[in-house]
């Protein structure tokens, strides 16, 4: 015959084997969720990389065409005096 003792003893030690696999089992679920959260983090930080380049690349384009425009502008400015200058001295 088994003691009470015996027993209080088996059904402490079968709750805690009950806790420690439910506790194991949130601990597996708990490690995929952050690896999807990872992926999911990664993807972010890809697409984040990508649209800095984009903007970095947008900006050296915007630049170029300043660059450009100011250069025109300041052709034609001398090119306005210089033909200015002809009237002058051709009266």
Do not use: C, H
């Amino acid at each position: 015959e088994v003691s009470p003792r015996l027993e209080v003893v088996d059904t402490f030690i079968f709750g805690q084997n009950k806790r420690i696999e439910m506790k194991r089992e949130e601990i597996r679920r708990l490690k995929q969720l952050e690896e999807e959260k990872y992926d999911i983090w990664q993807e972010k930080r890809k697409d984040k990389k990508s649209l800095e380049l984009l903007k970095e690349r947008k900006f050296e384009e915007y630049k170029k065409e300043v660059m450009k425009k100011q250069a025109k502008d300041l052709d034609d400015m001398i090119t306005t005096r210089f033909k200015l200058q002809l009237e002058d001295e051709n009266g």
